[in-house]
């Protein structure tokens, strides 16, 4: 099982490793990290994030809710099973 979402880090030092130690201090596992350039402003950046797992659980209800609090914009994009 996985979920998939992208954010946008606020465009400050540590931003990017703040939001990563979301997931690493819960032991989540990002199963991928992509960067692509924002259109909408120069040195943006848009992550994609996999992660292990449903956001049913707890402590990925947790996690989501500290995220939309340090990221400048998040939105999930589904849970769904992870292809074999």
Same mark, same amino acid.
């Not at 979920?3 to 990017?16: E, Y």
């Not at 990221?71 to 849970?79: M, N, Q, W």
């Given at each position: 099982? +996985?979920? =998939? %979402? !992208?954010f946008?880090?606020?465009? +400050?030092p *540590?931003?990017?490793?703040k939001?990563l *130690?979301?997931?690493a201090?819960?032991?989540?596992n &990002?199963t991928k &990290?992509? =960067?692509?350039? =924002?259109? /909408?402003k120069?040195?943006?950046?848009v992550?994609? !994030?996999d992660?292990?797992?449903?956001?049913?659980g707890? !402590?990925y @209800?947790e /996690?989501m809710l500290?995220? @939309?609090?340090?990221a400048?914009? !998040? +939105?999930i %994009? *589904?849970?769904?099973? @992870?292809?074999i």
């Amino acid at each position: 099982n +996985k979920t =998939s %979402l !992208v954010f946008i880090a606020a465009h +400050k030092p *540590g931003a990017l490793y703040k939001i990563l *130690g979301i997931f690493a201090t819960r032991n989540i596992n &990002l199963t991928k &990290l992509e =960067s692509r350039p =924002s259109r /909408a402003k120069p040195w943006e950046y848009v992550f994609y !994030v996999d992660f292990e797992g449903y956001l049913d659980g707890e !402590v990925y @209800q947790e /996690a989501m809710l500290e995220l @939309q609090r340090e990221a400048a914009f !998040v +939105k999930i %994009l *589904g849970s769904y099973p @992870q292809a074999i």
